[in-house]
């Protein structure tokens, strides 16, 4: 009689264990977040990123191609603009003829059915590295909102399919929305990074556009935490999930991935949008390193992460690992 179930009965070959498998991927689970530089023919390794690069729009519009080829149906996008651009109100993020909205011209017209989601936050354009309008010492909330509509519409025009604004202002989805809809764009989404972290994962990011918060002449946070949140806190990502949501998000973040899956379950069980999660620059980093010192298996990490954040309740997953899972993945 002992013991009538036994769960290691499901679990005896790689064909049962396939039958009874709760979570799959497949590349269409992933976005692959893409840098932009100026320039042609440029592509530059980041460091504290091996197999990331820099590109200039012409090798960004050949790698879209390659990712779309691969499966691949979203990237996300960030503009490292030269400083002399950079200023306290963020003007160039809406010039119709900057290095973002010419990014996004140039993938939907050599590949219309790529997902483009440009990011909305003023941190590539900031002379102070900060995701908005420093004023007072602080980061201006409903002044930095009403330069983001300006962002998000000028994305809008160059043919963005969804905006992505990581800025964590209070408010912003609700204006980006009524912004978008006043131009014309109802059918332009929002994916609102909703429970975004002060983390100290975002670091190689940060190298990658240059974008870290900066000293300055004039009084400026030295870092994030009065907009994006504070790790200790649960019940808060809920409550901005819920507030985003109400706004008009179609889908909400949570970012970052790995130690944050407990939110991503919770904040999946509250909404009923699809919920993305953001794998972030530092968890790449983390496995690259200790794979290459050979202290870990990088395929297999790679993967096991990647089904976590899905079994967590990622409907897509925003990740540097994109290409490389999505060639694994179609191999098998
Ligand atoms: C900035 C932004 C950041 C990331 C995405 N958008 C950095 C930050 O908030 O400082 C981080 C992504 C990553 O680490 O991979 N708006």
């Not at 013991?3 to 679990?11: K, N, S």
């Not at 200039?56 to 191609?65: A, F, Q």
């Not at 043919?159 to 204006?175: E, N, Q, T, Y």
Request: net charge negative; glycine share 6%.
């Amino acid at each position: 009689m002992f013991p009538l179930q036994r769960g290691r009965r499901l679990r005896i070959n790689e064909s049962i264990r396939s039958l009874v498998r709760e979570t799959t991927l497949s590349p269409s689970d992933f976005m692959f977040p893409m840098f932009i530089a100026e320039g042609e023919n440029v592509k530059v390794e980041i460091p504290s990123m091996p197999g990331i690069y820099r590109r200039s729009i012409d090798l960004t519009v050949e790698e879209v191609k390659e990712l779309f080829a691969l499966g691949i149906r979203a990237v996300n996008i960030y503009v490292k603009v030269s400083e002399d651009l950079k200023d306290n109100t963020g003007k160039e993020a809406w010039n119709p003829n900057g290095l973002m909205q010419n990014t996004i011209r140039a993938i939907k017209a050599t590949c219309p059915e790529m997902v483009v989601m440009p990011d909305v936050a003023l941190d590539p354009y900031s002379i102070y590295g900060h995701d908005g309008i420093i004023k007072d010492g602080d980061i201006a909330n409903d002044e930095t909102v009403e330069a983001l509509v300006k962002m998000a519409v000028s994305h809008a025009e160059a043919g963005a399919d969804f905006v992505a604004p990581s800025d964590m202002m209070d408010g912003r989805v609700l204006r980006l929305r009524e912004g978008l809809d006043a131009a014309g764009f109802q059918n332009v989404g929002i994916m609102s990074y909703s429970a975004k972290y002060a983390s100290a994962f975002y670091g190689p990011f940060r190298d990658a556009l240059d974008s870290a918060p900066k000293e300055a002449t004039i009084k400026v946070p030295k870092d994030k935490k009065t907009y994006q949140m504070d790790y200790a806190n649960r019940i808060e990502a809920i409550k901005e999930a819920l507030w985003d949501v109400e706004e008009g998000a179609d889908m909400v973040m949570v970012k970052p991935g790995m130690a944050y899956l407990d939110i991503v379950r919770e904040v999946k069980n509250t909404v009923n949008v699809p919920v993305t999660v953001y794998h972030v620059s530092g968890e790449y980093a983390m496995i690259k390193a200790a794979s290459e010192r050979g202290w870990l298996d990088h395929d297999k990490i790679m993967m096991e992460q990647l089904m976590c954040i899905k079994r967590a309740g990622a409907s897509l997953i925003s990740t540097y690992f994109a290409k490389e899972a999505a060639i694994l993945l179609n191999s098998k």
